[in-house]
């Protein structure tokens, strides 16, 4: 039995429904958007793994029956605030209701798409950074720095070719530096900025499902090609392969943050080396999978009906260096 | 890293000191006056902070770094949305930072920890049992009679009341009677709620570097309970944690881990090893700590 939790209205979770219902993979929906109501459930620690259930309004499961989770956690917009409670107090419940799960499915010994701790790298991108060096990829030249000279002298040492975006997980829209913004340098004295060399080339999204890896390469003329409409770029996509090491390392990135399921950004330079930018720990891959057709939630849906192989159950890593 | 308000941070400065290590107590690196940059690529990692005046402090020229605090920010002049903004980038500057750093950093923080430091007990479960800490029995329920069966099997073991508190607080409440049960119910209307067994006073333990120290005398338990210290160090990459272990009804249970621990919990002595536990860790060979923590972690959790 699978277990997704997530919010109706949300299109990702949807299509993972969609396609566990489409392989007959029996599933039940923890809907975020309204829980706790409609829903009871007992999770109970006696000294070891959590045992107890969820039920729902016309289902129960037993948690030793899961073969697999899929959480996707909603921000306060996809949630109906709780009835009779004071409006002040709702973010508090929210935080409530999410720490008890997030506690649950830390400790399920089924698949778990993805845990919270694996996932917490992505709110460090240079953090991120570090391990994907370990992982045998290039990361781009990258300066952090609260200083306008060093940022200038990046600047320079890259002939202008850098851009600038968040180095948190706070979205931004990744932009080139430009004379605009190079006047505004000295407000970086207020805190840091992240600048990187531009690479030049092919966006690649890579999908690491398990051990089973779907690339994706993206045409764009912009810099940012999520934000390519907004541009008046247009975006075109098409299954490519990597090669065998970028693969590996692909896979060994996902495994060293202990993430099931990571949507990683690439970028093929036209000399043929790839860059990676960021690991994403909930990727959005509809967008991707409804241009290219990939299986990529085919994939996910096995791995939550069959649970994990046994080279990545015999034990759960530390997503920690 | 941190406040020369805060004891534990001088106390560790005053000790580095007298073994003729310079200090220097900062808030946020990255927030002026200092002039922060850090390049990284494949073949490097360089970075360097220059305060005016003087020659820049560069990476592999700090041979030690003790967090006390996340990076602060004086809100002074910010509008709010530009500041969570700003607090969200230099956190994940110097999480990264502190990895990025050759030399030995207490605590050298998971981005887990590093943005979830008062994690509930309950997060900690499946790390405390593989490390071999005696965990208490926990029940997350929003169904009332689930509640009222674990109060009533509680009550048949003599146990006077279940111990009920939020997950995302510090704050607990004991639920004795009729009255405190209803009003348990009422609460598992809106959310689920977390009981467990009610525990006596805390003793606080901590692990510094490679030293355990009791506050007070030892519990007869800590021969088990030092080893399990150590594994749950080695295995978060913890150098400086502290627990509080309790007297319940199951026996000498685990009832707060800190990955930020509290100085003021401990008395003059215990303090005082604390100090030389970090000092020691702080100044050790970085070369023998790798190696020493790859060693004693490999086969050694539960």
Known sequence: MILVCGGLADSVTELVCARLEHCGYPYRLLDLGNYPAGFKIKWHWQGSGPSGYIAGPDWKIDLDELTGVYVRYLGPEGREPPPNLDPGVVPAMYFEYDTGLMALLEDLSCAVVNRLDGGMSNSSKTYQALIVRECGLLTPPTLVTNDPHAARSFYEDYHGEVIYKSLSGVRSIVRRLDQEQLARLPLLRHGPAQFQAFIPGDNVRVHTVGEQLFATRVHSETVDYRYASREGGAVEMEPTTLPPNVAESCLRLAHQLDLLFTGIDLKETPEGDYYCFEVNPCPGFLYYEKHTHQPISAALAELLHHGLPAPLNHERTMPMR | ?302
């Open chain 2, 1 to 302: 890293m941190g406040e020369s308000r805060d004891s534990c941070c001088l106390s560790v400065c005053l000790a580095l000191e007298a073994r003729n290590y310079p200090t220097r107590i900062i808030a946020n690196p990255l927030a002026q006056p200092p002039r922060f940059a850090w390049r990284l690529n494949n073949e490097q990692s360089a970075s360097q902070l220059v305060w005016d005046e003087e020659p820049p402090l560069l990476h592999d020229q700090i041979s030690g770094v003790f967090v006390r605090q996340s990076a602060w920010l004086d809100p002074t002049g910010w509008q709010p949305d530009d500041l969570a903004y700003m607090h969200a980038e230099t956190q994940a500057a110097l999480v990264a930072w502190l990895w990025s750093l050759p030399c030995p950093v207490v605590n050298r923080y998971s981005p887990a920890i590093w943005y979830r430091p008062k994690v509930s007990l309950l997060c900690w479960q499946y790390l405390l049992r593989r490390c071999g800490f005696p965990t208490l029995e926990t029940l997350v329920t929003n169904k009332e009679e689930e509640a009222r069966a674990f109060g009533q099997r509680l009550a048949q073991e003599g146990v006077a009341g279940a111990v009920y508190g939020p997950l995302t607080s510090e704050v607990r409440y004991l639920i004795i009677d009729d009255k405190d049960w209803s009003g348990l119910a009422a609460m598992q209307r809106s959310a689920p709620v977390c009981l467990t067994y009610p525990h006596g006073a805390a003793q606080f333990v901590c692990l510094a570097g490679e030293h355990v120290v009791w506050e007070g005398e030892p519990p007869p338990e800590a021969a088990l309970l030092d080893p399990a210290i150590r594994r749950f160090g080695l295995a978060t990459g913890l150098a400086f944690v502290a627990f509080a272990f309790a007297q319940t009804a199951q026996g000498l249970c685990v009832i707060a881990v800190e990955s930020h621990p509290y100085f003021e919990h401990f008395g003059d002595a215990a303090r005082q090893q604390i100090v030389e536990g970090l000092v020691e860790f702080l100044t050790a060979d970085v070369n023998y700590l790798r190696n020493g923590a790859a060693q004693s972690l490999q086969g050694s959790l539960i």
